[in-house]
Nanobody
Framework: QVQLVQSGGGLVQPGGSLRLSCAASGTLFTIYTIGWFRQAPGKGREFVANITWSDSISNYADSVKGRFTISNDDAKKMAYLQMNSLKPEDTAVYYC?????????????????WGQGTQVTVSS
């Protein structure tokens, strides 16, 4: 089964930067898209950014455009979210999400998985 393992996050002052990573692993699979959602205390989970694996086309929420950059590394099967000019309102648990196709068993099936989440806190 395809698994997503996140790293990065932590505490940063307003205006600072952090980088989140998401590593996809499995026996034999392809990735359609990979990206991040976030959930602040008392709020619903919201879309942050994603990238189409095959052509690296990225999409961003309006709230992070110009500050966050998503990228992917096909050889390492990893995605990164570079977060600059962080604001207190960016504080949330960030979740990696990916969909694709898993060929490890027959018949192949399309998956849609989430990472374990990582805390990002922006505070002085």
């Amino acid at each position: 089964q395809v698994q997503l393992v996140q790293s990065g996050g932590g505490l940063v002052q307003p205006g600072g930067s952090l980088r989140l990573s998401c590593a996809a692993s499995g026996t034999l699979f392809t990735i359609y898209t990979i990206g991040w959602f976030r959930q602040a205390p008392g709020k619903g989970r919201e879309f942050v950014a994603n990238i189409t694996w095959s052509d690296s086309i990225s999409n961003y929420a309006d709230s992070v455009k110009g500050r966050f950059t998503i990228s992917n590394d096909d050889a390492k099967k990893m995605a990164y979210l570079q977060m600059n000019s962080l604001k207190p309102e960016d504080t949330a648990v960030y979740y990696c999400r990916s969909d694709g196709k898993d060929y490890a068993r027959f018949p192949p099936y399309e998956y849609d998985h989430w990472g374990q989440g990582t805390q990002v806190t922006v505070s002085s």
